[in-house]
């Protein structure tokens, strides 16, 4: 683990703890990895032991997200009640595009996209959610 950056705002100074295991999506997602290889076992002619390579490789994502909950759950606890450092995470979920029109023309021409965006305290355990709606159009 690297402090890749330190924010100065006003008073407070921000260490920014940065860590390549930070970037995991929540439990019941599924990565793009996750999802070729679930195609190249599903539909693929694969002897045994590519089908085991396969396989070893599309459990690793899931270790890897399971050590990170797992931290994440550690620190949050550790630092619940510490006015030094306070576990925050971030999260950029499910971009809709509205209204949901098949591809062609129509959807190029005119699409309504909503994002929401949640920050989650550990500290206080509240969340803090931001939807915000973007027009597209080349109009």
């Known amino acids: 683990m690297t402090y890749k950056s330190i924010l100065k705002l006003d008073n407070f100074t921000i260490n920014v703890l940065v860590d ?29 032991n590519e089908r085991k390579v396969l396989a070893a490789k599309k459990k690793l994502p899931k270790i890897k997200a ?3 909950f ?5 620190k949050t606890t550790l ?4 006015d030094i450092v306070e576990v925050v995470t971030f999260g950029l979920q ?10 062609g023309e129509a959807f190029y021409k005119r699409q309504l996209w909503t994002y929401n965006f949640c920050v989650h305290s550990g500290k206080k355990n509240q969340a803090h959610f931001y939807r915000i709606s ?3 159009s080349p109009n």
């Not at 797992?70 to 550690?74: A, C, D, N, P």
């Open 20 to 48: 390549s295991r930070l970037a995991h999506t929540h439990r019941s997602d599924t990565c793009k990895i996750c999802d070729v290889l679930d195609k190249k076992l599903k539909y693929v002619t694969l002897d045994e």
């Open 66 to 68: 399971d050590l990170f």
């Open 70 to 74: 797992k931290e994440l759950k550690e």
């Open 79 to 82: 630092y619940k009640h510490s």
């Open 94 to 103: 499910q971009n809709l595009s509205l209204p949901k029109i098949p591809a």
């Open 134 to 136: 973007y027009n597209f």
